[in-house]
């Protein structure tokens, strides 16, 4: 390979460290706005949807939570195929600032109190802003971080996008927690639930910098120069990349059902369900997420060592196998005996999150990676994940059963074994093959 051409695609490792910084920022911005939403749902529940049942209220908020997440397969049609036109860059810089500004715009929206109807409404409006930036966001962000990083260690940096999401919910959870015990309940009704909020301003703004400091992929710049870019990206993708587009659907199920049952929708479960103190579930969720921090950045490592497909077996048989003992754990109501219940729970995800942004990006071709993902990852997210807190809780209500988010795990575990199965180990292939190639099913890894 020519000199230029191989320094074109291969930056130097202060610019996949950028790159990566970059790529996290958004994701963390993302779940700083879930985190403070999930954490503080009780209260935005009483603020936005008055009633004298407190479970109502929580469903309302939670509601309003899973509506964001209707919009956001419109977003992946939207932003995906627009990054394989156009670059991944570009649209990023527009994902991060919709998104930061959506989440600062509930802080300063009115209550019900003020406004009646008219409150939950806007409340709908910036939630659905969010979710459909949301759409372009996470797809472009790891195929932005799967597309600098170097063969042999995309594992590795890869996983650092997830250390965003950690980031971003320890942080919500953080911000929530000190509202919380510092304010009076009055106050935290009156004003105190939007200073969360709006911190996503400043940092909006910290992300976007990150990203106009950067080139785009080589990946995509190399496509460029070999004139390899799709002239109709959205049809190139549902027409040529259906079959892994529905595997991916798969996997999804199973990390996002996680995802959102343990991040999202356990605080309230401890509170509300097994009547655990606010201040105990809150302490008890943050460090389990810290935990995770610590251990996600090796087990990234590891997969680039073994593959990515028995890490992402384990968990999969994990889950089948000890969500109802986790649950049953937790359901003795003790400290100790939740954080474990809730440890082993984390273990299992951190298994799945470790390796998804390397996963991921490498089942698809450069011209279409962004859009595909996109597009597969939305479709999933939007039916089976956001909408998890809100499908407990009403199930939780329906049957009087503690255990029903046990049950949810394992029949997401039983979906997702099936394309874990079927789809090639990516560990060590490259992304900076022929474009029209996928690497995950074409190419020799160069371990």
Known sequence: MPTAERDRQEPDLPTVRKAVAAGAMGNCIEWFDYGVYSYVAATIGKVFFPSHSSTAALLSSFGVLAVSFVVRPFGGFFFGPLGDKFGRRRVLATTIILMSAATFVIGVLPTYEKVGVLAPALLVLAR?????????????AATFIAEYAPDRRRGFMGSWLEFGTLTGFSLGA???????????????????????????????????????????????EAMLHENEVARSPLRETITQNWRQILNLIGIVVLINVADYTLLTYMPSYLTETLKIGETTSLLVTIGVMLAMMV???????????????????????????????????????????????MGLMALLLVLLLSVIGSTLPAMFPCRVRYGSFAIGYNLSTSAFGGTAPFVITALIKATGSTMVPAYYLMAAALIAAVPILIIPETAGASLRIKATEAPGLVATPTK
């Open 174 to 220: 953080g911000i929530a927690a000190v509202c919380t015990v510092a304010l009076p309940q009055d106050s935290m009704l009156a004003w105190g639930w939007r200073i969360p909020f709006l911190i996503a301003g400043p940092l909006g703004l910290i992300g976007l910098y990150l990203r106009t400091r950067l080139e785009d992929t080589p990946a995509f």
């Open 128 to 140: 659905l802003v969010q979710g459909f930036s949301t759409g372009g966001e996470y797809g472009g």
């Open 295 to 341: 251990v996600i950045a090796p087990l990234g490592a590891l997969s680039d060592r073994i593959g990515r497909k028995p890490v992402l077996m384990t968990a999969c048989v994990g889950y089948l196998l000890l969500s109802y003992p986790a649950f049953v754990l937790m359901s003795h109501g003790s400290v100790v005996q939740t954080a474990l219940g």
